[in-house]
């Protein structure tokens, strides 16, 4: 047994290459026979690869960490080269998975929604702290855009609305007055003439001053 093994040692490099040099020459063959026994013992197969994970899960997922942030970059090369490659099947097999199971998605993401409500409330107001500025940017510009496409619709909408609603309007208005009597419409107009904002819009017509013509009456 002792010399066997001391053979088998010493011969390692001849033996793995024969064993190669096999599996290349019957390579049809093992996989053909690795398929059927494959279908025949399916449920033991997937139990006993069930349990081996069971097993070994911490170990596979520290190695799979481990694998992933030496070849990071690799990776996400590799990735990003495939998407664009497939980028339309991609899209394609991802809405029709989409479509085929529509409610269990919703479903499952509801659930996680709910059970992680503080988690995600937390990162959203982190995210935004972070990036305030651009998303305030993002956000008027966006806003602008939406608004000089859909300006009839907006004014429409407005008017309506107006119309429909005249006499709470109005109520709203008297209550309004009735609880800052100081906001007379000189003072409203006066404010909102003051007002950063509008000094901010105005600023660019009258930072050089105004050129008008003299008239004498």
């Known amino acids: 047994m002792f010399e066997k093994k001391k053979w088998t040692e010493a011969n390692k490099e001849k033996l793995k290459a024969k064993k190669t040099a096999w599996y290349r020459a019957n390579r049809d063959k093992v996989l053909a ?60 097999r991802s809405k029709k998975y989409y479509e085929d199971n529509k409610t269990w998605i919703s479903a499952r993401a509801k659930a996680y929604r709910e059970a992680n409500k503080e988690k995600l409330k ?64 000189k003072k409203v107009l006066a404010d909102f003439a003051e007002s950063p904002e509008n000094q901010s819009n105005v600023l660019s017509l009258i930072g050089n001053g105004i050129t008008y013509d003299l008239w004498i009456g």
């Open 33 to 92: 026979r690795v398929k059927k026994w494959s279908k025949k013992n399916r449920k033991q197969k997937l139990a006993y690869q069930r349990e081996w994970y069971q097993a070994n899960k911490e170990e596979q997922a520290k190695k799979q960490k481990n694998r992933y942030e030496a070849n990071k970059s690799c990776i996400l090369d590799r990735q990003k080269k495939y998407y664009n490659k497939n980028k339309k099947r991609i899209s394609k």
């Open 122 to 185: 937390a990162q959203k107001a982190k995210y935004y702290q972070q990036n305030r500025e651009i998303l305030l940017e993002k956000t008027k510009v966006y806003q602008k855009k939406w608004k000089q496409k859909n300006i009839e619709w907006v004014k429409e909408r407005s008017r309506n609305y107006r119309l429909a609603n005249l006499e709470i309007i109005r109520e709203k208005n008297k209550e309004y007055r009735k609880n800052n009597p100081e906001k007379t419409w």
